[in-house]
């Protein structure tokens, strides 16, 4: 988007200053000395990426959140439909992930989150949603809307568009139609990708070669570590790569990049994967993209030693740690995950003080 109005200085005015305060220590994380906290940039999108958000701002201060913008359903659909914007929904997720853990940071981040339930044009809309795409309309640049949203709810952290243009995901999809198991359809639209029967093959995004956010790009090259994961393979993780300015940055950053695995396969986009499986397509998408740490739930990974060969292929070491609720869900525990990204960065990264 483009072009500013005199609003802007008055809006930003009227925001106060960010309530969020130092990171809270994840449970068995040890205090971090001041000035030491690793610049950390999260890759993904809905859920998935909510959850390492969640973890994340609960062990660093210089936190930013690089979000798809390929969803087509919902609330997000509609908005992008009837106004030609970007998707707001995953940005909204991510916003309320870093809001924090007082009363201000959680009242926000169920406002932002309410939808509205009626009989009209506003069913299902989700309040954060409407008031992202006021903003990006009142001000006219996706990034400083953002932040201004970020500062009204103090947010631990920063969220930015993965590209500056909404993108249709696309995906190769064989058996999707059980009468013709062994035929190659194209599936279009990340919502219907999400929830396809058959194998996904391989995805893509329309435009083919999309505008990076360049300020997406700038966190990833400066970032001490880069997390991709957890979240739908296909429509939230692999898209990332698939944007070639950010993929450049991904591949030439000196950050440490780690990849964190889904606690159990989708139904439809995943059904049947294993934990390798995944590292597998995910090589094919990005073939020149290394990581340094594959970070997986030890109760997810029933064979350890074919992961760890799968995982050397891109140049990462296997982590395993209990990361899940203890609820039965397929569910983060955004303790745990702290307290397994905290590890993982200390083992891992270098030696000294953070830069």
């Known amino acids: 988007m483009t072009g500013r109005t005199p609003r802007l200085s008055r809006l930003r005015r009227a925001v106060p200053e960010s309530r969020a305060g130092r990171p809270v220590e994840a449970r068995g994380a040890k205090p971090r000395r001041r000035g030491t906290q690793p610049k950390v940039v999260a890759l993904g999108g809905g859920m998935g990426l909510s959850a390492s958000l969640a973890a994340l701002r609960r062990i660093t201060g210089d936190l930013t959140a690089v979000v798809t913008v390929a969803d087509d359903g919902g609330s997000s659909g509609r908005l992008r439909d009837e106004l030609g914007v970007l998707p707001p929904g995953d940005l909204r997720k991510a916003l309320a992930a870093l809001c924090g853990d007082d009363d201000w940071g959680q009242t926000w981040a169920r406002v932002i989150q309410h939808r509205f339930h009626s009989k009209g044009d506003l069913h299902d809309h989700a309040v954060g949603n409407l008031l992202i795409v006021a903003l990006w309309e009142q001000l006219g640049d996706h990034v400083q809307a953002l932040d201004l949203v970020g500062k009204l709810l103090g947010a631990h952290g920063r969220v930015l568009p993965m590209s500056a243009v909404p993108l249709e995901l696309q995906a190769l999809v064989k058996g999707h139609d059980p009468d013709r198991p062994e035929d190659v359809d194209t599936i279009r639209g990340q919502a219907n990708v999400a929830l396809t029967p058959g194998e996904v093959q391989s995805v893509h995004v329309v435009p083919h070669d999309p505008p990076a956010v360049p300020e997406a790009v700038a966190a990833v090259r400066d970032a001490d570590w880069v997390v991709l994961g957890p979240g739908s393979w296909f429509s939230s993780v692999i898209p990332h790569l698939l944007v070639p300015d950010l993929l450049d ?21 995943t059904e049947g994967f294993s934990p390798q499986r995944h590292l597998e397509v995910l090589g094919r998408h990005a073939p020149k993209l290394a990581l340094d740490v594959v970070l997986a739930d030890e109760a997810a990974v029933p064979d350890r ?6 995982a050397k292929r891109l140049g990462a070491a296997v982590e395993l740690a209990p990361v899940a609720r203890t609820d039965g869900t397929p569910r983060h525990d955004p303790e745990l995950l702290a307290a397994a990204y905290d590890r993982i960065f200390r083992m891992h990264g270098r030696i000294g003080p953070w830069r």
């Open 249 to 269: 940055a991904l591949i030439e950053t000196k950050a440490r990049r780690v990849l964190s695995l889904n606690l159990a396969p989708q139904p439809g986009e």
């Open 305 to 310: 030693d074919v992961l760890t060969e799968a």
